[in-house]
């Protein structure tokens, strides 16, 4: 429990510092909001400001900004005008958490299923092809990954729709092209622990009490190999939010990761430190959520932590 509640707060402050830390390098560039439309006066920009309680000192500023974060109100978009920051953030997440969890589900699949299979499997060619397939999604940009799905099963076969998120087929490229190279690091991962336990005295012993294969490997090599699984959430959490940036852009996703990119682009300070502390909270749970699992399968972790 202690070791829950420590984690907990390591989380929290992780979120305050991200947010700390992109306020004051927000602030520090130069111009503002409102400086790149050629229209407005320096009278109006100096209302706007007013308005947007951008005209006070930096600190005073933060301390509102932390006290948003406290309350989860960010206030309004200084570029959607008359929309606030968790309406728009309320109409992307479930777009961001629907890509995300299809990308992470794919991964987990496909990379458990190539792992226990080149860890198991006597086809020499199979197991090389499948590791060249691995190294190739694992050298190859999400990015370019989403221009060949889109070449051949939007274009060239027309399966599925090039954009969009209305229909259930238009999510599976864009899961595709984020899950895929995360399912290559999997791959890695469970080969190498899989192997470990196919070579360990535990399954040897199995193999000499003649039990059946579908035993060995399940409780002798795939559980082992379940706690990297487990870890494995953290990264690829991280993989997701990064990745999700330029993926809802390929597919005109209107997720956290276009709001995002926008905000940046506009200089939209309450939009921007909205989407970063949403982003470092997901990444902080998942994290979080991870850690505990692993304590929980494993309890030699909670007691070496």
Do not use: K
């Amino acid at each position: 429990m202690i070791n829950v509640l420590r984690r907990l707060g390591l989380a929290v402050a992780s979120v305050l510092l991200v947010h700390a830390l992109a306020f004051f390098m927000l602030h520090s560039t130069r111009g503002g909001p409102f400086e790149s439309n050629q229209q407005f006066s320096e009278e109006t920009i100096a209302a706007l400001e007013l308005r947007y309680h951008l005209d006070g000192p930096m600190l005073i500023q933060y301390w509102h900004s932390l006290q948003g974060v406290a309350t989860l109100d960010f206030g309004p978009s200084l570029q959607y005008h008359g929309t606030s920051v968790q309406e728009l953030l309320g109409a992307a997440m479930p777009i961001s958490f629907i890509l995300g969890g299809g990308a992470l589900l794919i991964a987990i699949l496909v990379g458990l299923a190539a792992g226990m299979f080149v860890a198991t499997s006597n086809s020499r060619w199979r197991v090389t092809a499948i590791r060249l397939s691995g190294s190739s999604l694992l050298a190859t940009p999400n990015f370019v990954i989403a221009g060949i799905l889109i070449s051949v099963f939007a274009f060239g076969l027309g399966w599925v729709p090039v954009a969009g998120h209305r229909q259930l087929s238009s999510w599976i490229l864009p899961c595709c092209a984020l899950g895929l190279p995360l399912a290559a690091q999997l791959f890695v991962l469970i080969q190498h622990h899989a192997q470990q336990a196919r070579n360990g005295n535990a399954y040897r012993s199995a193999v000499a009490r003649g039990l059946s294969t579908r035993r060995l490997n399940v409780n002798y090599i795939l559980r082992p190999s379940l706690t990297p699984v487990l870890a494995f959430m953290g990264p690829a959490a991280a993989g997701i939010l990064t990745g999700s940036l330029v993926v809802e852009q390929i597919f005109s996703l209107p997720g956290l990761g276009t709001f995002f990119v926008q905000a940046a682009l506009a200089r939209d300070y309450t939009l921007a430190l909205g989407v970063t502390v949403v982003y470092t909270a997901i990444l902080a749970s998942c994290t979080l959520v991870a850690d505990i699992l692993i304590m929980r399968f494993d309890p030699r972790n909670e007691a070496i932590s």
